[in-house]
């Protein structure tokens, strides 16, 4: 081959290969915007943007019905012998819960229980946001750092009640302390649902971001476990001029190359003595292994195809929504809670805590628009969409308290392929995957730890000023 035809095909080459990469790296640029869809079509123009003030109201006759129907649930089916709750819900377990909720719980104390905190809504791309907005106790001279906090699926804003306290009042080892802000995810309790599809936990980041705008607050940290937890990872990648730092409890890395790493070592540490070192706990090896993925997961297969099927049935039956939330509180909270007739729960929470929060769902009719939010994930457009999101990095300040009872984990050195600033993965002692509801000091304490770190991470890196 002559020189000058050397040079003409390797600089054509060459060109082509930047020309392609470019075109790939703009298209993937173009891909990751998340466009501000108005979410009830027809109300663009007539919405304010007032931030009203907003009261959880178990009316009388709301009471009434629900009375009625607890006293009126057919015959529960009486679990086979010694299963405890390997068939799902223990009705020995519900029935006792369900004669709490008709006969002990006190719906007029408890609605004043749940309205202890500012609640607010404001309308955020067509749909009514509710949310507590929690001020610091006697800040005095401490900085107040905004902070949002999010909860999953069946939780609420419940979840939050214990720690609320612990986060806005100061601490004297701290310069600074939170003002606490938790929304009802859209769909979820009294936050409006869409009206149109495609509202997943991609979407509820761009609509959380701008409810923290709303609030005046250009940059925030951000809190959360199960879907909270997926959508702070979202929101940072997304909107990492707004977000200071993210605190999750439950980080994870959703590639497939990642997890096919991990379920190797995993795979290979139950034989291979030489990869024991890599060995994780049995909780974790349980939790990937295919049985257990096989039985604990059937609820996430329904509600991300037919969340309105089931929906009917629980948004009618109180002790359906019952049987259905509670087995999560139990099993969520500790795996071995599954071989206890009782189911565990009332080792980290009471009747009234847990029926708070099926209040939440009930009184707002939402559980099955709070369902969707599995659906969403996997519209073909969201699907793609959530790839791009995590396969890119988040570079904002991270932090990761991990659980023994959380439904998973991985490793910090597979956490840092995504979380590139992760500053702290701290192992916790005790608790599961309600974290804020179950173990509010525990997690608190990793929250004003974590955010002193990222304090000072953001002055090194300019963030803050
Ligand atoms: C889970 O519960 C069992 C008893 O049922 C207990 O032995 C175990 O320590 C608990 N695990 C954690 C991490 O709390």
């Not at 719980?105 to 955020?124: C, L």
């Amino acid at each position: 081959m002559d020189y000058p035809l050397a040079i003409t095909i390797s600089v054509g080459c060459c060109s082509v290969v930047y020309v392609l990469i470019r075109y790939y790296s703009s298209k993937r640029a173009k891909l990751i915007e998340v466009s501000e869809t108005w979410w009830t079509p027809g109300t663009e123009n007539s919405v304010s943007n007032d931030i009203r003030p907003y009261e959880i109201v178990f009316s009388e006759e709301l009471v009434k019905d629900l009375k009625h129907r607890l006293k009126h649930t057919r015959s529960l089916t009486p679990p086979l012998k010694d299963v405890a709750w390997n068939y799902g819900t223990n009705t020995d377990a519900l029935r006792k819960l369900l004669d709490y909720w008709a006969d002990d719980y006190n719906f007029q104390e408890r609605q004043k229980f749940i309205n202890q905190y500012p609640h607010f809504k404001t309308n955020i791309q067509g749909l009514d946001i509710h949310f507590i907005r929690a001020k610091p106790n006697n800040a005095g001279e401490k900085r107040v750092l905004p902070l949002l906090i999010l909860h999953g699926w069946p939780g609420s804003i419940m979840e939050f009640y214990k720690i609320i306290p612990l986060l806005t009042t100061p601490r004297p080892e701290h310069d600074f302390v939170f003002e606490v802000v938790t929304p009802s995810l859209p769909g979820f309790g009294f936050s409006d649902a869409a009206m149109i599809p495609g509202l997943s936990y991609i979407q509820m980041s761009v609509v959380l971001k701008n409810l923290m705008l709303r609030l005046g607050y250009d940059k925030f940290y951000i809190q959360g476990g199960d879907w909270g937890a997926t959508i702070i990872s979202a929101m940072s990648t997304l909107f990492p001029q707004h977000v200071m730092g993210m605190h999750s409890n439950m980080c994870s890395i959703m590639r497939n190359k990642a997890l096919m790493k991990q379920a190797l070592y995993e795979y290979l540490s139950s034989f291979l003595p030489w990869a024991k070192k890599t060995r994780q706990t049995d909780h974790q090896r349980r939790a990937f292994s295919h049985k257990s993925i096989l039985l604990e997961t059937g609820y996430f297969h329904i509600q991300a195809t037919k969340p309105d099927t089931v929906g009917v049935g629980l948004n009618d039956s109180p002790a359906g929504l019952a049987a259905y939330l509670i087995e999560k509180f139990s099993t969520g909270t500790n795996y071995s809670y599954k071989s206890r007739e009782d189911g565990g729960f009332l080792e980290k929470y009471t009747y009234d805590e847990l029926i708070d929060n099926l209040m939440i769902y009930w009184a707002s009719n939402s559980i099955t628009t709070a369902m969707r939010i599995y659906a969403e994930m996997f519209t073909k457009e969201n699907f793609l969409l959530g790839k791009l999101i995590n396969s890119d990095v988040v570079k904002v300040p991270s932090a990761c308290s991990q659980f023994p009872n959380e439904i998973m984990e991985q490793s910090p050195s597979l956490l840092r392929t995504r979380f590139v600033n992760l500053l702290r993965v701290t192992k916790m002692p005790r608790g599961g995957h309600f974290a804020a509801f179950e173990e509010p000091e525990l997690l608190a304490n990793d929250i004003w730890a974590s955010i002193d770190e990222m304090e000072v991470w953001n002055k090194n890196h300019n963030k803050n000023l």
